[in-house]
């Protein structure tokens, strides 16, 4: 059977995020580890997600969950105060905590999530632009990862693709001679709506198209082929993501 369906960014974010809420890892390290869940728009579904797993939502809002955002030009909005990073130790959220606060203490079979600008669906790579004079927070992170082999899942959406291998995206922007963002190739696992169908329902689906307007920019078409069971498990999946609201400030 084949099956063709469309998702927003909004929807993929979602579906991202119950898919990691999944992961045998992801369960391990609930009950027995610290999860750091850096702030971000597809990070706070992730948040949301692992935070209900705890029954531990109170106080959570996703519209102080970033440190960065892009918005149309000429866009205006009320500033929502940072609720910071989260940081979930043995099945408790330790509220007020940041990256630079849990880094430090990250050990290996702990997690971190972090969220990208761009993704290599080819390599499987993540990277992000980089706007200060610092890596800001991919420093500690570099550091958890290949000091104390902490694992990072870099969860990104495919409206976020890029065909160029991001060493060479790298050597571009980070050039002596280029002006504007950096770049930053991620060392982590990026996960993006290919995975998360990959791993719930064992169909592996490709993009069919992408585009839209009135709420569906950056939207894309799929198609995936499975048994019975198989397809019915995913349009389920499809119907508990499709309503998602996109992120508002």
Request: net charge neutral; aromatic share 6%.
């Amino acid at each position: 059977m084949t099956i063709q369906f469309f998702l927003t960014p909004a929807s993929g974010k979602r579906l991202i995020a119950k898919s990691i809420s999944q992961l045998p890892e992801v369960k391990k390290a609930l009950k027995s580890g610290t999860i750091l869940i850096i702030g971000g728009t597809t990070n706070a579904a992730v948040a949301e997600e692992l935070l209900r797993s705890i029954g531990q939502t109170e106080g959570f809002d996703k519209r102080g969950f970033f440190r960065g955002i892009t918005v149309p030009k000429g866009f205006k909005y009320t500033p929502v105060e940072s609720i910071g990073d989260v940081v979930i130790r043995n099945g408790e959220w330790l509220r007020g905590l940041t990256v630079y606060d849990a880094c430090a203490d990250l050990k290996k079979g702990d997690l971190i999530f972090k969220g990208a600008n761009a993704v290599n669906l080819d390599e499987a790579q993540a990277g992000v632009l980089l706007g200060s004079d610092n890596i800001g927070t991919a420093g500690p992170v570099l550091t958890a990862v290949y000091g104390r082999r902490v694992q990072l899942i870099v969860p990104v959406g495919v409206e976020k693709r890029v065909t160029k291998r991001l060493k060479e995206l790298s050597d571009i922007c980070n050039s002596p001679e280029a002006s504007g963002l950096k770049f930053l190739p991620l060392p982590g696992r990026a996960y993006t709506e290919l995975d998360a169908i990959k791993d719930l329902t064992g169909i592996s689906a490709e993009i069919l198209g992408s585009g839209g307007v009135c709420g569906a920019e950056g939207g894309c078409y799929f198609i995936a082929c499975g048994d019975e069971e198989q397809i019915g498990s995913l349009q389920q999946l499809i119907s508990e993501v499709q309503t998602e609201n996109p992120f508002c400030l």
